[in-house]
């Protein structure tokens, strides 16, 4: 069985640029649809951790691999609107 090669690493940081512009592209659209997006950046940030974790687990399933949502700088990223909330204690 003869192995397969590897892509260059240019190959492969273009196909994740690619991923995760898409995903971020899908999570933007879905948060200009709820209620006025309006607040610092943290606000928004926080409204996009949930949307970003349920297109990553749809695409995980759509795809059958494993794309990680984008970490949060938290030490536990919010998947829910009940875990942001805890933030705020």
Known sequence: MARRTL???KTLWERHEKLYTE????ALIKLS???SVRGNEDTISESL???LHNICFDLNKRRNCEIRPPAW????QPISK???IRWED
């Not at 995903?23 to 899908?26: C, H, L, P, V």
């Not at 700088?73 to 536990?76: D, F, S, T």
């Open 7 to 9: 892509n260059t690493f």
């Open 23 to 26: 995903i971020f592209e899908k």
């Open 33 to 35: 649809k709820k209620d």
């Open 49 to 51: 951790c949930p949307i």
């Open 73 to 76: 700088e938290k030490p536990v």
């Open 82 to 84: 009940n875990e942001l």
